[in-house]
């Protein structure tokens, strides 16, 4: 028998009312059974209008990150989501995905949150995935290269997010390098990408993704440096509609450059380029400037002295971001 998911797939295909008896019709059920269908879609948020002898028409659309609601905003052409993995709370979808890759998860396969109850940023900090503030996932990548060959992919995921945030809100959405996607001088994005694999062979590679949607505002500690779409926008967000943007991004430029490089794009988006920066080195303190980016996604500073270093770890401070201080 179809379920309620049957009948709401049906109502996002149609612009106007359709009957009870049209519904029953193609659902191949009882009237009565329609209506508890509604009924059910309404509980899980949906806004559905019925009027007498016209019929039922979805008005309205909640903020949820159901595989139903994902996939309703995804081409289906492609290959990414072609398993989907929502999740009402886990540890982090990083380590979903790292359990369900050690099981076999296909390449392609997307894990998705509405709250993380461990959920890590870069060099071990602690990243605040309340619930439905934020869109939270997963992609597990089962790409054919060493790992050795693994440069780009954090930089490309960086790319894919600020395209679409530009897609959805038209925010002008940067990047502080290597995987911080800001709007203004805040953060509103972080990447942290994983990798599971051998000397000569890579199991998967996990890029996890962060975005602050609908915050209304962040704690004194983060307030200097933390900003989401919706304090950007003064709109609510809907999570489903900007994964489906933000994967379909990621699919065509991953096809385009694989993990080894990265889009000449990333540099135009570099908010680092071109500023002063900081940074540790061999227990000492460097200052200078940041120049370019390396093929292999290191950043290029040129220190005080003239000396041109590549950087490829660490925190890096790039003055006028976060409140930070070179």
């Given at each position: 028998?179809?379920?309620?998911?049957?009948?709401?797939?049906?109502?996002?295909?149609?612009?106007?009312?359709?009957s009870g008896?049209e519904?029953?019709?193609?659902?191949g059920?009882?009237?009565?059974?329609?209506w508890k269908?509604?009924?059910?879609?309404r509980q899980?948020?949906?806004?559905?209008d019925?009027?007498?002898?016209?019929g039922?028409r979805?008005?309205?659309?909640?903020?949820?990150?159901?595989?139903?609601?994902?996939r309703a905003n995804?081409?289906?052409?492609g290959?990414f989501g072609?398993?989907?993995?929502?999740l009402?709370?886990?540890?982090?979808t990083?380590?979903?995905?790292?359990?369900?890759?050690?099981?076999?998860?296909p390449?392609?396969?997307?894990?998705?949150?509405?709250?993380?109850?461990?959920?890590?940023?870069?060099?071990?900090?602690r990243?605040v995935?309340?619930?439905?503030?934020g869109l939270w996932?997963s992609?597990?990548?089962?790409p054919d290269?060493l790992?050795?060959?693994?440069?780009?992919?954090?930089?490309l995921?960086?790319?894919?997010v600020?395209?679409?945030?530009?897609s959805?809100?038209?925010?002008?959405?940067?990047?502080?390098?290597?995987n911080d996607?800001v709007?203004?001088t805040k953060?509103?994005c972080?990447?942290?990408?994983?990798?599971s694999?051998e000397?000569?062979?890579?199991h998967?590679?996990?890029?996890g993704?962060?975005?602050n949607?609908?915050?209304?505002?962040?704690?004194?500690e983060l307030?200097?440096?933390?900003?989401?779409?919706?304090?950007?926008?003064?709109?609510d967000?809907?999570?489903?509609v900007?994964?489906?943007?933000i994967?379909?991004?990621f699919?065509?430029l991953?096809?385009?450059?694989?993990?080894?490089?990265?889009?000449?794009?990333?540099?135009?988006?570099?908010?680092?380029?071109g500023?002063?920066?900081?940074?540790?080195?061999g227990?000492?303190k460097l200052?200078?400037t940041?120049?370019?980016?390396?093929?292999?996604g290191?950043l290029?500073?040129?220190?005080?002295?003239?000396?041109?270093?590549?950087?490829?770890?660490?925190?890096v401070?790039v003055q006028?971001?976060?409140?930070?201080?070179?």
């Amino acid at each position: 028998m179809p379920d309620h998911k049957d009948l709401l797939d049906i109502l996002r295909q149609t612009d106007g009312y359709l009957s009870g008896e049209e519904l029953s019709r193609q659902l191949g059920v009882t009237r009565a059974a329609v209506w508890k269908k509604i009924e059910q879609l309404r509980q899980e948020g949906y806004e559905i209008d019925s009027v007498t002898r016209r019929g039922y028409r979805l008005t309205g659309v909640p903020d949820s990150i159901s595989e139903a609601e994902i996939r309703a905003n995804l081409s289906g052409k492609g290959t990414f989501g072609c398993r989907i993995v929502s999740l009402p709370s886990v540890d982090s979808t990083n380590e979903e995905a790292k359990r369900q890759g050690d099981a076999g998860a296909p390449h392609g396969s997307v894990f998705v949150a509405d709250e993380q109850t461990g959920g890590k940023g870069r060099l071990g900090r602690r990243w605040v995935s309340a619930p439905g503030s934020g869109l939270w996932f997963s992609i597990l990548l089962r790409p054919d290269v060493l790992p050795s060959e693994i440069t780009g992919i954090t930089l490309l995921s960086a790319v894919a997010v600020c395209r679409g945030i530009q897609s959805l809100t038209g925010c002008e959405a940067r990047i502080k390098w290597p995987n911080d996607v800001v709007i203004g001088t805040k953060k509103v994005c972080g990447i942290l990408t994983e990798l599971s694999a051998e000397m000569e062979h890579v199991h998967y590679l996990i890029p996890g993704i962060g975005v602050n949607t609908n915050n209304g505002a962040f704690p004194p500690e983060l307030s200097d440096r933390a900003t989401s779409l919706k304090m950007e926008t003064g709109q609510d967000i809907r999570r489903a509609v900007l994964l489906g943007k933000i994967l379909e991004e990621f699919e065509e430029l991953y096809n385009r450059y694989g993990v080894s490089s990265f889009p000449e794009e990333y540099r135009s988006l570099c908010v680092s380029l071109g500023r002063p920066v900081s940074l540790q080195r061999g227990g000492c303190k460097l200052t200078g400037t940041a120049v370019g980016i390396a093929p292999d996604g290191a950043l290029l500073v040129r220190t005080q002295e003239g000396e041109e270093i590549a950087v490829t770890s660490g925190e890096v401070v790039v003055q006028g971001f976060y409140g930070e201080k070179l």
